[in-house]
């Protein structure tokens, strides 16, 4: 137990250089539905539905629905995934309380790959997208490195409680190279095997600005 709080510790204290970066930060509130359908042992339907918003809820900053169809192999350690996103942004037009809509259209590819280190388990996300934005055209890499420590006690050593955290950089191939990164770190509970709740703060900054989020996250597979 002791090892596991020193390394949320650690986690925590590499991350705060990073946070602390942020520059004209404001303040946000993401819903998130991740949910996964197993069709048999190799094959899976990925969706998701994610609600952001600018201020805790309310002020819609983006509407993002995500589906794909995914193939498991590797004694379930790899999985490849075809996927498509629509996403509607309200963005505000300067320092004026008005709003534009942005609709877009994403396809994309991804690859992941889980390992264990003792209990430790890191995910690796490799995704390609390409995005169709009004009537632009814009494709862009991400790399996502995510990490799962349970965090058991002397009375329960399968204490369902979980610590989460990742980073996640995106680039893109053209003009300015550096798109965003987001840095995460949360608590999380294990209803049971199907299901989990997840509640944490993430850091995503640009060049010269950065947005942080309170992130609420509900995981399904069924």
Known sequence: MKRKVSMVALIMALMLPILMQSQDSNFGNWLIYIGNKKLDQKWNIHNEVQYRNYNAIGDLEQLLLRTGLGYTFNE????VLLGYGYILSENYIGNTDDKVSINEHRIFQQFTSKQNIGSVKLNHRYRFEQRFVEDDFKLRFRYFLGLNIPLCNK??????YYFSAYN????????SIFDRNRVYGGIGYNINKNIRLEAGYMNQFFETSSRDQFNIITFVTF
Do not use: V
């Not at 009375?155 to 369902?160: F, G, L, P, T």
């Not at 996640?168 to 003009?175: G, R």
């Open 76 to 79: 379930g350690k790899n999985n």
């Open 155 to 160: 009375e329960n050593q399968s204490s369902k």
């Open 168 to 175: 996640e950089i995106f680039l893109n191939t053209k003009t």
